[in-house]
């Protein structure tokens, strides 16, 4: 499978509401920035990032695919995708510039396209062209519904259609207002409203210091969160430390971190419980998988941040053994050839071959961006 090709897009997808906001962030669509490569023998692979739609950012991501990746591509042989990856993430002059960011976002988008052709090739899911499903059910917490711009009513009418008409037992809710207690009431009657048997978790986004975390923590304790989402500035290793020798709220985190040495930072100092690495965000497929591998030796699960809305992670999710359950965010899935669905809580396991990453083209036509 010789490399003959590689394209970069950008897709700008609107949201399933107008717009959305959590303690850190507003916006209005979700973009899939990434390559489509093509080889010898007329195979497509396709992979991509997740951005906030910010036009100019996403164009040097595609810069750097076309204009740095694709050179040291070209003519290469596509299925040798642990020698290109090293190729492209240590490449001195984008090593010197890059290791995190834009340069590995871009790594991120060829990986996944390289993931996606091999399995291809294979006539395969990506699940079983790993190894195979290591379960028959894999659970989706939803999102969507947890918006801090939402109102509480909003918040809790939401969440009470997606447990009793869609059926999810788990749920994620954003905090972060400028006093936590704001947080702790709709917490509360969003408790009150549920019950005690649906799985509640909760998202910071960065936000906070780590006294407010603590006095939040506190206030919260009785309101049984499964886990507290990035509740601070996101490198500060010490802090969540603290924070997690002194609250019995799990700590989760990972969407922003850009390696594996990231990761083992916060594991080694027991500062995180539920480890969330992201394709899009480390550099694809091959460096989550060192991620996940990491964390199952140090038997920690692993629950995938969505930036790539679960095309990629529902595969990587029932295939890896340390995976339990799968945010779900619908923003983007309809604009793929095979959505990552979910039914009665439960994600169906992709059936097409590769990484489930092929975009419609009636989206590439309605939602394409030029690159320049």
């Not at 499964?226 to 990972?254: C, K, M």
Request: hydrophobic share 40%.
């Amino acid at each position: 499978m010789k490399i003959k090709t590689i394209e970069p897009f950008i897709l700008h997808l609107p949201l399933t509401s107008d717009s959305i906001s959590d303690s850190t962030h507003s916006i209005t669509h979700w973009a899939v920035v990434g390559a489509a490569i093509t080889t010898d023998d007329g195979l497509t692979g396709y992979g991509f990032t997740g951005t906030h739609a910010h036009l100019a950012s996403d164009r040097l991501i595609t810069a750097c695919i076309r204009d740095c990746y694709a050179p040291l591509l070209i003519d290469e042989d596509a299925s040798d995708i642990s020698r290109l990856w090293t190729k492209l993430a240590r490449y001195p002059s984008l090593q010197w510039v890059g290791r995190a960011g834009i340069t590995q976002l871009a790594l991120a988008a060829v990986d996944v396209a390289l993931w996606d052709l091999k399995s291809k090739k294979a006539g395969l899911p990506l699940w079983s062209y790993l190894g195979g499903a290591r379960t028959e059910k894999l659970e989706a917490y939803n999102t969507d519904i947890g918006w801090l711009s939402f109102s509480r009513d909003e918040l809790i009418a939401g969440a009470t259609r997606a447990v009793e008409d869609e059926g999810f037992t788990r749920i994620k809710v954003k905090v972060g207002h400028d006093d936590p207690n704001a947080d702790v009431v709709r917490l509360a009657a969003l408790r009150a409203r549920l019950g005690p048997d649906v799985r509640i978790a909760i998202d910071g986004n960065g936000k906070w210091d780590l006294p407010t975390c603590q006095r939040f923590c506190e206030r919260a304790r009785d309101l049984d969160i499964y886990w507290f989402e990035e509740p601070l500035w996101y490198d500060d290793v010490g802090s969540h430390a603290v924070l997690a020798r002194n609250t019995s709220i799990p700590i989760a985190l990972g969407e922003q971190l850009y390696t594996v040495d990231a990761f083992r930072s916060f594991i080694e100092a027991r500062a995180v419980a539920y480890v969330q690495p992201d394709v899009t965000r480390l550099g694809g497929i091959t460096e989550y998988i060192q991620v996940a591998d990491l964390a199952l030796a140090n038997r920690l699960p692993v629950v995938p941040h969505a930036g790539e809305m679960s095309q990629v992670h529902v595969h990587l999710s029932y295939w890896h053994p340390a995976s339990t359950i799968l945010e779900y965010i619908p923003w983007i899935k309809d604009h793929f050839e095979e959505p990552a669905n979910v039914r009665e809580g439960v994600y169906l396991r992709p059936q097409q071959p590769g990484a489930s990453t092929t975009p419609l083209a009636a989206s590439f036509e309605r939602y394409g961006k030029s690159l320049s």
